[in-house]
Protein backbone atom coordinates (compact mmCIF):
# COMPACT_ATOMS: atom_id res chain seq x y z
CA UNK A 1 0.00 0.00 0.00
CA UNK A 2 1.40 3.19 -0.81
CA UNK A 3 0.88 6.07 1.79
CA UNK A 4 0.11 9.17 -0.01
CA UNK A 5 1.75 13.05 1.92
CA UNK A 6 -0.55 15.33 2.77
CA UNK A 7 -1.16 18.19 0.05
CA UNK A 8 1.37 20.43 1.00
CA UNK A 9 3.10 19.56 3.52
CA UNK A 10 5.72 17.46 1.36
CA UNK A 11 5.22 19.56 -1.69
CA UNK A 12 8.12 19.88 -3.52
CA UNK A 13 10.58 18.38 -0.65
CA UNK A 14 13.52 15.83 -2.33
CA UNK A 15 15.98 13.83 -1.19
CA UNK A 16 18.77 15.67 0.09
CA UNK A 17 21.61 15.18 -2.36
CA UNK A 18 24.65 14.48 -0.28
CA UNK A 19 22.62 11.77 1.25
CA UNK A 20 21.45 10.18 -1.92
CA UNK A 21 25.13 9.83 -3.47
CA UNK A 22 26.23 8.25 -0.18
CA UNK A 23 23.80 5.51 -0.36
CA UNK A 24 24.84 4.86 -3.61
CA UNK A 25 27.74 4.88 -3.32
CA UNK A 26 27.59 2.54 -0.11
CA UNK A 27 25.38 0.28 -2.13
CA UNK A 28 27.79 -0.38 -4.61
CA UNK A 29 30.58 -1.19 -1.64
CA UNK A 30 28.39 -3.77 -1.22
CA UNK A 31 27.85 -5.45 -4.49
CA UNK A 32 31.95 -5.52 -4.05
CA UNK A 33 32.76 -2.26 -6.21
CA UNK A 34 36.13 -0.45 -5.09
CA UNK A 35 34.29 2.81 -4.36
CA UNK A 36 36.06 6.65 -2.75
CA UNK A 37 32.35 8.56 -1.60
CA UNK A 38 33.57 11.98 -1.01
CA UNK A 39 30.11 13.12 -0.53
CA UNK A 40 28.81 13.12 2.84
CA UNK A 41 30.22 16.14 4.76
CA UNK A 42 31.09 14.32 7.81
CA UNK A 43 34.32 14.15 9.83
CA UNK A 44 36.82 11.62 9.34
CA UNK A 45 38.03 11.97 13.12
CA UNK A 46 36.86 9.83 16.30
CA UNK A 47 34.87 12.14 18.91
CA UNK A 48 38.16 13.46 21.54
CA UNK A 49 38.07 11.01 24.00
CA UNK A 50 37.86 13.42 26.83
CA UNK A 51 34.30 14.38 25.84
CA UNK A 52 33.03 10.41 24.81
CA UNK A 53 34.54 10.16 28.29
CA UNK A 54 32.00 12.55 29.36
CA UNK A 55 29.13 11.28 27.74
CA UNK A 56 30.11 7.67 29.26
CA UNK A 57 29.86 8.90 32.69
CA UNK A 58 26.77 10.72 32.37
CA UNK A 59 25.29 7.89 31.57
CA UNK A 60 26.81 5.82 34.61
CA UNK A 61 25.99 8.63 36.30
CA UNK A 62 22.29 8.29 35.60
CA UNK A 63 22.10 11.27 33.21
CA UNK A 64 19.31 9.41 31.63
CA UNK A 65 16.26 11.09 31.87
CA UNK A 66 14.27 14.29 30.78
CA UNK A 67 16.42 17.73 30.61
CA UNK A 68 14.34 21.05 30.19
CA UNK A 69 13.52 21.50 26.70
CA UNK A 70 15.54 24.21 25.84
CA UNK A 71 18.73 22.59 27.03
CA UNK A 72 20.81 21.66 30.03
CA UNK A 73 21.13 25.27 32.11
CA UNK A 74 24.63 24.41 32.42
CA UNK A 75 25.16 23.84 28.63
CA UNK A 76 23.60 27.20 28.02
CA UNK A 77 25.85 28.89 29.98
CA UNK A 78 28.43 27.49 28.66
CA UNK A 79 27.70 28.40 25.03
CA UNK A 80 26.82 31.91 26.31
CA UNK A 81 30.10 32.30 27.34
CA UNK A 82 31.71 30.50 24.74
CA UNK A 83 29.66 32.63 22.01
CA UNK A 84 31.14 36.36 24.00
CA UNK A 85 34.51 34.54 24.46
CA UNK A 86 34.27 33.86 20.29
CA UNK A 87 33.72 37.65 20.15
CA UNK A 88 30.00 37.88 19.88
CA UNK A 89 27.87 40.39 21.56
CA UNK A 90 26.80 40.07 25.48
CA UNK A 91 24.72 36.68 25.62
CA UNK A 92 22.50 35.41 28.22
CA UNK A 93 21.47 31.32 28.95
CA UNK A 94 17.87 32.89 27.81
CA UNK A 95 18.96 33.26 24.64
CA UNK A 96 20.49 29.84 23.94
CA UNK A 97 18.54 26.58 22.86
CA UNK A 98 20.15 23.27 22.92
CA UNK A 99 18.45 20.95 19.72
CA UNK A 100 19.72 17.93 17.84
CA UNK A 101 22.38 18.72 15.73
CA UNK A 102 22.49 22.51 13.53
CA UNK A 103 20.09 21.05 11.28
CA UNK A 104 17.09 20.62 13.48
CA UNK A 105 17.86 24.32 15.18
CA UNK A 106 17.68 25.33 11.36
CA UNK A 107 14.35 23.80 10.99
CA UNK A 108 12.85 25.12 14.26
CA UNK A 109 14.29 28.86 13.27
CA UNK A 110 12.78 28.62 9.63
CA UNK A 111 9.99 27.49 11.09
CA UNK A 112 9.48 29.94 13.87
CA UNK A 113 10.46 33.14 11.85
CA UNK A 114 8.85 32.63 8.14
CA UNK A 115 5.14 31.39 7.53
CA UNK A 116 2.85 31.17 4.22
CA UNK A 117 3.73 33.62 1.98
CA UNK A 118 6.85 34.93 3.06
CA UNK A 119 9.95 35.25 0.81
CA UNK A 120 12.94 33.77 2.21
CA UNK A 121 16.32 34.29 0.48
CA UNK A 122 18.82 32.23 0.12
CA UNK A 123 22.03 32.73 -1.97
CA UNK A 124 23.43 30.28 -4.25
CA UNK A 125 25.44 28.28 -4.14
CA UNK A 126 23.58 27.11 -0.92
CA UNK A 127 23.38 23.78 1.57
CA UNK A 128 20.98 21.39 -0.06
CA UNK A 129 18.56 21.96 3.31
CA UNK A 130 17.83 25.92 3.14
CA UNK A 131 14.96 25.55 0.02
CA UNK A 132 13.49 22.59 2.01
CA UNK A 133 12.95 23.76 4.87
CA UNK A 134 11.70 27.56 4.15
CA UNK A 135 8.95 25.22 1.77
CA UNK A 136 8.25 23.26 4.71
CA UNK A 137 7.41 26.38 6.74
CA UNK A 138 5.44 27.34 4.03
CA UNK A 139 7.40 30.06 3.26
CA UNK A 140 8.83 30.67 -0.82
CA UNK A 141 12.89 30.13 -0.96
CA UNK A 142 13.76 32.95 -3.17
CA UNK A 143 17.14 31.94 -4.97
CA UNK A 144 19.53 34.62 -5.30
CA UNK A 145 22.59 33.85 -7.47
CA UNK A 146 25.93 34.86 -6.45
CA UNK A 147 29.27 35.28 -8.57
CA UNK A 148 32.64 33.20 -8.78
CA UNK A 149 34.03 36.98 -9.38
CA UNK A 150 32.06 38.04 -6.23
CA UNK A 151 34.37 34.76 -4.38
CA UNK A 152 30.57 33.17 -4.43
CA UNK A 153 29.55 35.76 -1.72
CA UNK A 154 26.72 37.73 -1.42
CA UNK A 155 26.80 41.55 -2.54
CA UNK A 156 25.18 44.33 -0.68
CA UNK A 157 23.89 45.32 -4.09
CA UNK A 158 22.60 41.83 -5.34
CA UNK A 159 20.77 41.71 -1.91
CA UNK A 160 18.99 45.01 -2.29
CA UNK A 161 18.13 43.69 -5.79
CA UNK A 162 16.43 40.44 -4.45
CA UNK A 163 14.57 42.78 -1.47
CA UNK A 164 13.20 44.82 -3.59
CA UNK A 165 10.06 42.27 -3.89
CA UNK A 166 9.73 41.60 -0.31
CA UNK A 167 11.79 39.97 2.14
CA UNK A 168 10.99 38.40 5.41
CA UNK A 169 14.22 36.63 5.63
CA UNK A 170 17.38 35.96 4.79
CA UNK A 171 19.93 32.76 5.50
CA UNK A 172 23.77 33.09 5.50
CA UNK A 173 26.23 30.31 5.76
CA UNK A 174 29.71 31.00 5.99
CA UNK A 175 32.31 29.40 6.01
CA UNK A 176 30.14 28.18 3.30
CA UNK A 177 28.94 24.60 2.52
CA UNK A 178 29.75 23.93 -0.75
CA UNK A 179 31.88 26.79 -1.48
CA UNK A 180 33.96 27.09 1.56
CA UNK A 181 33.44 30.94 1.27
CA UNK A 182 34.07 32.83 4.47
CA UNK A 183 32.61 36.52 4.57
CA UNK A 184 34.43 39.56 5.57
CA UNK A 185 33.79 42.03 8.68
CA UNK A 186 33.04 44.62 5.73
CA UNK A 187 31.18 42.30 3.94
CA UNK A 188 28.71 41.73 6.74
CA UNK A 189 28.45 44.90 7.69
CA UNK A 190 26.97 45.88 4.09
CA UNK A 191 24.32 42.99 4.28
CA UNK A 192 23.17 44.07 7.62
CA UNK A 193 22.42 47.26 6.64
CA UNK A 194 20.35 46.02 4.07
CA UNK A 195 18.78 43.71 5.36
CA UNK A 196 17.93 46.77 8.36
CA UNK A 197 16.30 48.70 6.15
CA UNK A 198 14.30 46.12 4.62
CA UNK A 199 12.95 44.33 8.43
CA UNK A 200 14.73 41.25 7.15
CA UNK A 201 15.64 38.62 9.29
CA UNK A 202 19.17 36.96 9.17
CA UNK A 203 19.79 33.38 9.81
CA UNK A 204 23.23 32.71 10.13
CA UNK A 205 24.65 29.17 9.66
CA UNK A 206 28.20 29.27 11.17
CA UNK A 207 28.34 25.52 11.85
CA UNK A 208 32.16 25.09 10.28
CA UNK A 209 32.94 28.35 12.36
CA UNK A 210 36.00 26.55 14.05
CA UNK A 211 37.29 24.90 10.73
CA UNK A 212 39.21 28.04 8.61
CA UNK A 213 42.17 28.83 6.98
CA UNK A 214 42.73 32.36 7.27
CA UNK A 215 41.63 35.04 9.98
CA UNK A 216 40.28 37.01 11.17
CA UNK A 217 36.54 35.43 11.07
CA UNK A 218 33.82 37.55 11.25
CA UNK A 219 30.33 36.18 12.88
CA UNK A 220 26.82 37.41 12.85
CA UNK A 221 27.08 37.40 16.87
CA UNK A 222 29.41 40.22 17.64
CA UNK A 223 26.29 42.16 15.34
CA UNK A 224 23.36 41.13 17.46
CA UNK A 225 23.61 44.10 19.90
CA UNK A 226 23.59 46.33 16.94
CA UNK A 227 20.50 44.62 14.70
CA UNK A 228 18.54 42.26 17.00
CA UNK A 229 16.88 40.39 13.92
CA UNK A 230 19.65 37.82 14.03
CA UNK A 231 19.74 33.93 14.60
CA UNK A 232 22.83 32.18 15.14
CA UNK A 233 23.64 28.66 14.06
CA UNK A 234 26.52 26.58 15.40
CA UNK A 235 26.55 23.36 17.16
CA UNK A 236 29.15 20.68 17.88
CA UNK A 237 29.03 17.99 14.74
CA UNK A 238 31.61 19.38 12.58
CA UNK A 239 34.54 21.19 14.85
CA UNK A 240 34.44 18.20 17.31
CA UNK A 241 33.37 15.25 15.21
CA UNK A 242 30.05 14.77 17.33
CA UNK A 243 27.89 14.29 14.27
CA UNK A 244 26.21 11.17 15.82
CA UNK A 245 25.60 12.91 19.21
CA UNK A 246 23.36 15.38 17.77
CA UNK A 247 23.96 18.81 19.48
CA UNK A 248 23.46 22.11 18.13
CA UNK A 249 22.57 25.32 19.40
CA UNK A 250 20.64 28.47 18.36
CA UNK A 251 21.55 32.00 19.59
CA UNK A 252 18.91 34.79 19.25
CA UNK A 253 16.18 37.18 20.89
CA UNK A 254 14.98 35.86 23.84
CA UNK A 255 11.47 35.90 22.70
CA UNK A 256 12.44 33.70 19.66
CA UNK A 257 14.18 31.11 21.26
CA UNK A 258 11.32 30.83 23.86
CA UNK A 259 9.15 30.29 20.28
CA UNK A 260 11.85 28.11 19.44
CA UNK A 261 11.89 25.86 22.46
CA UNK A 262 7.80 25.18 22.57
CA UNK A 263 8.12 24.00 18.91
CA UNK A 264 11.06 21.74 19.78
CA UNK A 265 8.84 20.69 22.98
CA UNK A 266 6.27 19.64 20.77
CA UNK A 267 8.44 17.87 17.88
CA UNK A 268 11.16 15.86 19.86
CA UNK A 269 10.97 17.31 23.72
CA UNK A 270 14.22 17.80 23.99
CA UNK A 271 18.34 16.70 23.07
CA UNK A 272 19.64 13.38 24.69
CA UNK A 273 20.91 14.37 27.86
CA UNK A 274 24.10 12.20 27.92
CA UNK A 275 25.26 13.89 24.80
CA UNK A 276 24.72 17.49 26.59
CA UNK A 277 26.75 16.39 29.32
CA UNK A 278 29.38 15.48 26.42
CA UNK A 279 28.91 18.78 24.64
CA UNK A 280 29.26 20.47 28.07
CA UNK A 281 32.40 18.85 28.70
CA UNK A 282 33.71 19.58 25.17
CA UNK A 283 33.82 23.43 26.25
CA UNK A 284 35.01 23.01 29.67
CA UNK A 285 38.23 21.96 28.54
CA UNK A 286 39.22 24.92 27.41
CA UNK A 287 43.21 23.74 26.63
CA UNK A 288 41.59 20.02 25.74
CA UNK A 289 39.07 21.95 23.35
CA UNK A 290 42.10 23.92 21.54
CA UNK A 291 44.27 20.75 21.46
CA UNK A 292 41.30 18.71 19.44
CA UNK A 293 40.08 21.09 17.48
CA UNK A 294 43.49 22.22 16.57
CA UNK A 295 44.11 19.04 15.94
CA UNK A 296 41.26 18.41 13.40
CA UNK A 297 42.15 22.08 11.64
CA UNK A 298 45.12 21.39 11.12
CA UNK A 299 44.92 17.88 9.37
CA UNK A 300 42.07 19.73 7.23
CA UNK A 301 44.37 22.60 6.11
CA UNK A 302 47.00 19.74 4.90
CA UNK A 303 44.00 17.51 2.82
CA UNK A 304 43.64 21.09 1.49
CA UNK A 305 46.90 21.97 0.41
CA UNK A 306 47.37 18.30 -0.57
CA UNK A 307 44.33 18.27 -3.17
CA UNK A 308 44.96 21.83 -4.45
CA UNK A 309 48.50 20.61 -5.46
CA UNK A 310 47.88 17.27 -6.68
CA UNK A 311 44.74 18.39 -8.85
CA UNK A 312 46.55 20.95 -10.73
CA UNK A 313 47.43 17.81 -12.97
CA UNK A 314 43.93 17.17 -13.64
CA UNK A 315 42.74 18.99 -16.94
CA UNK A 316 39.64 19.95 -17.63
CA UNK A 317 38.77 20.77 -13.86
CA UNK A 318 39.86 23.97 -11.56
CA UNK A 319 38.78 23.59 -7.67
CA UNK A 320 38.16 26.84 -5.65
CA UNK A 321 40.76 26.91 -2.37
CA UNK A 322 38.35 27.22 0.16
CA UNK A 323 38.59 29.63 3.26
CA UNK A 324 36.74 26.86 5.43
CA UNK A 325 35.00 24.10 5.66
CA UNK A 326 36.60 20.69 4.20
CA UNK A 327 35.01 21.17 0.78
CA UNK A 328 36.33 22.00 -2.44
CA UNK A 329 33.92 23.55 -5.08
CA UNK A 330 35.39 22.36 -8.41
CA UNK A 331 34.04 24.11 -11.63
CA UNK A 332 33.81 21.14 -13.47
CA UNK A 333 32.20 22.35 -16.64
CA UNK A 334 34.40 21.69 -19.35
CA UNK A 335 33.88 18.11 -18.20
CA UNK A 336 30.21 18.77 -18.20
CA UNK A 337 30.20 19.89 -22.03
CA UNK A 338 32.53 16.89 -23.27
CA UNK A 339 29.78 14.50 -22.01
CA UNK A 340 26.99 16.70 -23.30
CA UNK A 341 25.62 15.95 -19.74
CA UNK A 342 24.56 18.31 -16.28
CA UNK A 343 26.53 18.07 -13.53
CA UNK A 344 24.09 15.07 -11.96
CA UNK A 345 25.19 13.15 -14.98
CA UNK A 346 28.34 13.64 -14.00
CA UNK A 347 28.52 12.76 -11.01
CA UNK A 348 26.86 9.39 -11.59
CA UNK A 349 29.31 8.82 -14.80
CA UNK A 350 32.50 9.19 -12.20
CA UNK A 351 30.30 7.02 -9.66
CA UNK A 352 29.49 3.97 -12.39
CA UNK A 353 32.74 4.20 -14.43
CA UNK A 354 35.46 5.52 -11.92
CA UNK A 355 34.23 4.11 -8.46
CA UNK A 356 34.19 7.45 -7.28
CA UNK A 357 31.40 9.58 -5.14
CA UNK A 358 31.00 13.63 -5.61
CA UNK A 359 28.22 15.71 -4.95
CA UNK A 360 26.63 17.61 -8.29
CA UNK A 361 26.44 21.51 -8.10
CA UNK A 362 22.88 21.00 -9.06
CA UNK A 363 22.09 20.13 -5.52
CA UNK A 364 23.40 23.25 -4.32
CA UNK A 365 21.87 25.43 -6.99
CA UNK A 366 24.51 26.36 -9.42
CA UNK A 367 25.36 23.93 -12.41
CA UNK A 368 28.44 22.99 -13.88
CA UNK A 369 30.22 22.38 -10.78
CA UNK A 370 30.82 19.15 -8.00
CA UNK A 371 31.61 19.23 -4.00
CA UNK A 372 34.51 16.98 -2.73
CA UNK A 373 34.35 16.37 0.39
CA UNK A 374 38.09 16.04 1.99
CA UNK A 375 37.11 14.75 5.37
CA UNK A 376 39.10 11.53 4.22
CA UNK A 377 42.35 9.89 5.10
CA UNK A 378 45.87 11.40 2.65
CA UNK A 379 45.34 7.92 1.03
CA UNK A 380 42.18 7.97 0.16
CA UNK A 381 42.41 11.20 -1.32
CA UNK A 382 44.96 10.56 -3.13
CA UNK A 383 43.16 7.56 -4.63
CA UNK A 384 40.76 10.15 -5.66
CA UNK A 385 42.78 12.16 -7.16
CA UNK A 386 44.05 9.59 -9.23
CA UNK A 387 40.16 8.03 -10.49
CA UNK A 388 39.65 11.87 -11.16
CA UNK A 389 42.59 11.62 -13.62
CA UNK A 390 41.45 9.21 -14.93
CA UNK A 391 38.26 10.39 -15.81
CA UNK A 392 39.65 13.27 -17.37
CA UNK A 393 41.82 11.13 -19.21
CA UNK A 394 38.45 9.70 -20.37
CA UNK A 395 36.41 12.08 -20.49
CA UNK A 396 38.18 14.76 -22.44
CA UNK A 397 39.80 11.65 -25.12
CA UNK A 398 36.13 11.39 -26.10
CA UNK A 399 35.88 7.49 -24.46
CA UNK A 400 33.45 6.23 -22.09
Known amino acids: MTVAASPGNLAGIEESATLGMTARAAALSREGRSVVSLSAGEPDFETPEYIREAGVRAIREGHTHYPPAAGLRALREAIAAHVMDA ?15 AKQVLFEAFFTLFGPGDRVLVPAPFWVSYPAMARLARAEPVI ?46 SLVEVAERHGMWIVSDEIYREIRYREPYASLAARRGEYERIVVVDGFSKAYAMTGWRVGYAVGPVDVVEAMTTLQGHVNTNTALPCQYAALAALADEGA ?112
Open 87 to 101: GGAPCSPSEILVSAG
Open 144 to 189: VETRAEDGWKLTAGSLEEAAAGGARGLVLNSPSNPTGAMYEESELD
Open 289 to 400: RRAAVGAMAKAFAARRALLLSALERVPGIHPLPPDGAFYLWIDAREWCAALGGDSEALCYDLLENEGLALVPGSAFGVEGYVRLSFAAADSVLEDAVDRLASAGVRILGGGR
